[in-house]
């Protein structure tokens, strides 16, 4: 889920620059409260390497990611 927006934050920190990170979940709410945190924490620069996508696990996902950091609830 979204939850691995500080990982991805992490690597950054390291000069590890992302292109592209998909934040995915599947409830609405916590992709959009994602967002505003983001946004708050100054990581929605321009351009902003960060999209949040509403997904089921993968499934919107497009194929081909280099890294996948799941966050499960379990």
Do not use: W, Y
């Amino acid at each position: 889920g979204v939850g691995a927006i500080a990982l991805a934050h992490f690597f950054e920190e390291l000069g590890e620059r992302c292109d592209e990170v998909l934040m995915t979940d599947i409830n609405t709410k916590a992709l959009f409260l994602a967002s505003v945190n983001a946004s708050v924490n100054s990581l929605l620069k321009s351009p902003s390497p960060f999209q949040f996508i509403k997904s089921n696990v993968l499934q919107d996902v497009p194929k081909g990611s280099e890294l996948v950091i799941a966050n499960p609830p379990f």
